[in-house]
T-cell receptor, first 116, second 108 residues
Framework: GAVVSQHPSRVICKSGTSVKIECRSLDFQATTMFWYRQFPKQSLMLMATSNEGSKATYEQGVEKDKFLINHASLTLSTLTVTSAHPEDSSFYIC????????????FGSGTRLTVV | RKEVEQDPGPFNVPEGATVAFNCTYSNSASQSFFWYRQDCRKEPKLLMSVYSSGNEDGRFTAQLNRASQYISLLIRDSKLSDSATYLCVVQTGNQFYFGTGTSLTVIP
């Protein structure tokens, strides 16, 4: 079945630094990638949607200059949290929709970001 | 072996039917379990958490079987609006593992 590999699974960084999260589709082409975050005891919240080769579409309230999304190839999308602050500490997860309709949405395993 | 296995379906059922989804997990140390619902091209939304004692919310019943390492979701009296993809989610430590989702279509 479709697999999305997400790395790192856990990262601790200092306030003011940038963190890059990668999601790779291993056996299918991810034409669309969704990025979510989830704060404790809350549901996944969609941050942005990106299609390969085009600019990401951000949800209301999500700063595009802070959360940089790159989807330069059909198998790789990255989310960079720039100048991270403690309030950015969250669980970030990607979800890919591939070119084979039967797979639906495949999720990465998530990244736990802690900014100290 | 995948952390979470879920039958992708699709399940096509008539209105009013009862439908059940199962999801198995591989790590016996997993501590929390959830069912999410996802509509087409939208983000998954938490449907319900799953507790060892089982829990019910209206037409939806979720159960956890730790011995066999599976969780289930039962939908009674299916409505057209129940058509969606249902994701099971298993938390192990600080990691969340998602099933690939089960597609449900309720037919008039």
């Amino acid at each position: 079945g479709a697999v999305v590999s997400q790395h790192p699974s856990r990262v601790i960084c200092k306030s003011g630094t940038s963190v890059k999260i990668e999601c790779r589709s291993l056996d299918f082409q991810a034409t669309t990638m969704f990025w979510y975050r989830q704060f404790p005891k809350q549901s996944l919240m969609l941050m942005a949607t990106s299609n390969e080769g085009s600019k990401a579409t951000y949800e209301q309230g999500v700063e595009k200059d802070k959360f940089l999304i790159n989807h330069a190839s059909l198998t790789l999308s990255t989310l960079t949290v720039t100048s991270a602050h403690p309030e950015d500490s969250s669980f970030y997860i990607c979800s890919a929709r591939g070119d084979r309709g039967g797979y639906g949405y495949t999720f990465g395993s998530g990244t736990r970001l802690t900014v100290v | 072996r995948k952390e979470v296995e879920q039958d992708p379906g699709p399940f096509n059922v008539p209105e009013g039917a009862t439908v059940a989804f199962n999801c198995t997990y591989s790590n016996s140390a997993s501590q929390s379990f959830f069912w999410y619902r996802q509509d087409c091209r939208k983000e998954p939304k938490l449907l319900m958490s799953v507790y060892s004692s089982g829990n019910e919310d209206g037409r939806f019943t979720a159960q956890l079987n730790r011995a066999s390492q599976y969780i289930s979701l039962l939908i009674r009296d299916s409505k057209l609006s129940d058509s969606a993809t249902y994701l099971c989610v298993v938390q192990t430590g600080n990691q969340f593992y998602f099933g690939t989702g089960t597609s449900l279509t309720v037919i008039p």
